[in-house]
């Protein structure tokens, strides 16, 4: 499954190894975790979701279960403030 970034509603940039989200619907920032940048980021650039919990089962360690539960998890809070779109 690839989801994309809903760049009408977000701006979308790197703040050191974290990232921060402007909500222009909202006018607010939200600033995201590392692991949550790496998500978003693998979204902006077009990665279907096994392959950004690849990505991040290669740079942490956790087991691919885990990590697919993780991802699945904080794609549907991205989806349900609209930051990203099925």
């Known amino acids: 499954m690839k989801y994309q970034l809903n760049s009408e509603k977000i701006l979308f940039t790197q703040l050191g190894d ?35 919990v690849h990505n991040l089962c290669n740079e942490y360690a956790i087991s691919e279960k885990d990590c697919k539960r993780e991802v699945e998890n904080a794609l549907l809070k991205l989806e349900e403030k609209k930051y990203v779109l099925k």
Request: charge should be negative; avoid cysteine; hydrophobic fraction near 35%.
């Open 18 to 52: 974290e990232g921060v989200v402007y909500d222009t619907e909202k006018n607010e920032y939200v600033s995201l975790n590392e692991t949550f940048f790496k998500i978003l980021k693998g979204v902006e650039v077009g990665l279907e979701v096994d392959q950004i």
